[in-house]
């Protein structure tokens, strides 16, 4: 893991440096990140900014501190103007706009407590209350450590508080969202109070905005997320089960993709957050009861030129591939040749023909009538095309190598038609150029019939194991 310093740390070497070297500002910090870099130092959070510096090496208070302390001083007074509060508050938003270093400087300083107090005294001035919470966005934005209990429960007393009020909705979820990125603590921390339902609420409250409605499906998959390196487990998965059966949510983003058909930014929005919810078998057969599986066929398709709806569409039938009857409606209903269409039609895109790849292969695996349905549509010939176009992307060779060799296991006859194409070559070299294909392309070489090395991960010796 990287080390980290403080920025009086970073800003005591820059004065030693202008000091005892004669080094101007720019010298200094070049040299003091030269020293830090070496020793492995992470410097993300610390900002570099020759202009506070004075010529004989005096640093001067950031403009944020400055702000902050001003903010604190003015929320204290009895007789300050919003006028001055307002000024404190765009000067931090403005200050934690510019990068991560800026945001952590401000967060080490008392930012979130002085803007937790601003939010508090403007809960009844809608004006004021927008412009501290688009500071506090700003904030939080890689910092959801500033999230505290208070805090939490503040932010869901405003989702009830302004469910009629789209603007400050929409900035609340977004603090949310900021606070529950890659922190599983404070994911569960909010659904111990009720996120769940309450954003499963403000899609029905807010269904014709689509800021919010993009907005909280932002939200929802957020809580599927296992991104927080600190802890060993997260609780994604039940995060996911529980926005199904607590907040009847495959029902409501089905119905808000009806009325979004043709808005293609709210339509992937919507499809990328159904892809995350569908962990249980039961809840892709419950998308193709409800027609969702014909809908999303037919987005595709219509949507064909439009990559962002192709792709989060194309994951979304991966995912309903999970389900074995799913697939079988799915191919019936003319998949796979929606599916070969975007393949062709967006094939100069690796990460469109990647999730196609993706798609087929869950499409048909363990189903040789599938398979036969991709060898007569001349699939393969598309896979293969798509290998030879992007051989330095390693997630499509994978997949490829993945989806030609399901197309095999089980229908030894495609051996023949897939090899005449040169696949056996394509696949030898993504095993060569791609370290994560290994399996993959082992699998896919076996299958085919193709000489394969395959290596011996471990032996007995004596009674212990011995690995290679």
Not at 35 to 57: A, M
Not at 107 to 131: C, H, R, S, W
Not at 141 to 167: A, I, V, Y
Not at 372 to 399: D, E, F, R, W
Request: net charge negative; glycine share 4%.
């Amino acid at each position: 893991m990287a080390k980290v310093i403080t920025q009086q740390t970073f800003d005591d070497v820059v004065r030693e440096n202008m000091e005892e070297f004669g080094m101007d500002a720019d010298e200094a910090i070049d040299d003091a990140v030269k020293q830090f870099e070496s020793q492995s130092v992470n410097l993300s959070n610390i900002v570099k900014d020759s202009r506070l510096f004075s010529g004989q090496g005096d640093a001067t208070e950031h403009p944020v501190i400055t702000a902050i302390k001003n903010l604190k001083i003015s929320l204290d007074s009895e007789g300050s103007s919003n006028a001055e509060i307002t000024d404190c508050i765009v000067m931090i938003r403005a200050e934690c706009d510019v990068d991560l270093s800026r945001r952590c400087l401000a967060g080490n300083n008392q930012a979130y407590p002085a803007l937790i107090q601003a939010v508090e005294k403007f809960l009844t001035d809608d004006k004021m209350l927008q412009k501290t919470l688009l500071s506090l966005l700003s904030l939080t934005d890689g910092q959801p450590d500033l999230l505290d209990d208070h805090g939490c429960t503040l932010l869901m007393d405003m989702l009830d508080t302004f469910r009629n009020n789209e603007d400050l909705l929409y900035l609340t979820v977004g603090v949310i969202t900021n606070t529950c990125t890659k922190h599983e603590g404070n994911r569960q921390m909010f659904v111990k109070k009720g996120l769940i339902s309450k954003l499963s609420e403000v899609l029905n409250w807010h269904k014709s905005s689509e800021k919010v409605v993009i907005e909280t499906c932002g939200a929802l998959r957020v809580l599927t997320l296992d991104d927080d390196i600190r802890v060993p487990f997260g609780q994604a998965h039940e995060n996911a089960k529980s926005i199904v059966t607590e907040g009847n949510a495959l029902e409501t983003l089905l119905n808000l993709c009806k009325d979004y058909t043709a808005n293609p930014s709210v339509l992937k929005e919507l499809f990328s957050t159904l892809t995350k919810l569908l962990v249980r078998s039961e809840f892709c057969k419950a998308v193709s009861d409800m027609e969702g599986l014909e809908f999303i066929l037919r987005a595709l398709q219509n949507s064909v030129k439009d990559k962002g709806v192709v792709r989060q569409a194309l994951g979304l039938i991966k995912a309903l591939a999970g389900n074995d009857e799913v697939k079988v409606e799915a191919v019936k209903s003319n998949a796979m040749e929606i599916i070969l269409v975007a393949m062709i039609k967006h094939q100069a895109n690796s990460a469109v023909a990647e999730l196609c790849c993706a798609s087929i292969a869950s499409l048909i695996l363990r189903n040789p009538n599938h398979c036969t349905t991709v060898m007569n549509l001349c699939g393969h010939q598309s896979i293969i095309q798509a290998m030879k176009i992007h051989p330095k992307v390693a997630g499509l060779q994978k997949q490829a190598c993945n989806v030609l060799r399901n197309l095999v296991a089980r229908t030894r006859e495609h051996c023949e038609p897939i090899l005449e194409l040169g696949a056996e070559a394509l696949i030898n070299e993504a095993l060569k150029n791609h370290p994560i294909c290994e399996d993959d392309a082992k699998a896919a070489l076996r299958d085919l019939g193709c000489h394969v090395e395959l290596k011996e991960r471990w032996k007995g010796v004596k009674g212990s194991l011995v690995y290679d």
